[in-house]
T-cell receptor
Framework: GEKVEQHESTLSVREGDSAVINCTYT??????FPWYKQEAGKSLHFVID?????DRKQSQRLIVLLDKKAKRFSLHITATQPEDSAIYFC???????????FGSGTQLTVMP | DMKVTQMPRYLIKRMGENVLLECGQD?????MYWYRQDPGLGLQLIYI???????SEGDIPKGYRVSRKKREHFSLILDSAKTNQTSVYFC????????????FGPGTRLLVL
């Protein structure tokens, strides 16, 4: 079955710099790639997603890139702020599948 | 206001006791999920429910069962809890379309002694 690997378990950046979190997946049938944010002690909430019919999507300071050939996708957070500090999870799902396969999470720390 | 609720938020049980975790959603979503989250493992799917009385096992169903008698309500039951079921449990819901945003509840922290 699908496996999603999240390459950075921790990431520290200075406020104002960009942060990049990388994920790879194994199932070529995967076509939906959401990202979730979990602040300390809280639940997960959706931040951005990308589908396989595009290779780039931006929402304000968040950019998601998808490389289908390499089976890799990444989350770029530009102009980071302290409130961006959280655990970020990538996930993947096959077309028409209800099941998301999650990566293990990246703890992002934005230092003032 | 789209919302997923979970009760209780914190629970301490002794090994062998039964546990009932409850989840509700107000979005009329057909699909609901139960996950557990353990450090370093991300989220693991326990069960998925496609609608009332239409449930399927996820990746780690052993030791758990579920019940969905109303679309807005999904329960997770641990019959005779084990210490290795100590975890944080999240419920989520999504629309019926595959590959749609999942909305998560606040989580239940379960400690089994």
């Amino acid at each position: 079955g699908e496996k999603v690997e999240q390459h950075e378990s921790t990431l520290s950046v200075r406020e104002g710099d960009s942060a990049v979190i990388n994920c790879t997946y194994t199932d070529t049938a995967s076509s939906y790639f959401p990202w979730y944010k979990q602040e300390a002690g809280k639940s997960l909430h959706f931040v951005i997603d990308i589908r396989s019919n595009v290779d780039r999507k931006q929402s304000q300071r968040l950019i998601v890139l998808l490389d289908k050939k390499a089976k890799r996708f990444s989350l770029h957070i530009t102009a980071t702020q302290p409130e961006d500090s959280a655990i970020y999870f990538c996930a993947a799902a096959s077309s028409g599948s209800w099941q998301l396969i999650f990566g293990s999470g990246t703890q992002l720390t934005v230092m003032p | 206001d789209m919302k997923v609720t979970q009760m209780p938020r914190y629970l301490i049980k002794r090994m062998g006791e039964n546990v009932l975790l409850e989840c509700g959603q107000d979005m009329s979503h057909e699909t609901m999920y139960w996950y557990r989250q353990d450090p370093g493992l991300g989220l693991q799917l326990i069960y998925i429910s496609y609608d009332v009385d239409s449930n399927s096992e996820g990746d780690i169903p052993k030791g758990y069962r579920v019940s969905r008698k109303k679309r807005e309500h999904f329960s997770l039951i641990l019959d005779s809890a084990k210490t290795n079921q100590t975890s944080v449990y999240f419920c989520a819901s999504s629309s019926s379309t595959g590959g749609d945003t999942q909305y998560f509840g606040p989580g239940t922290r379960l400690l089994v002694l």
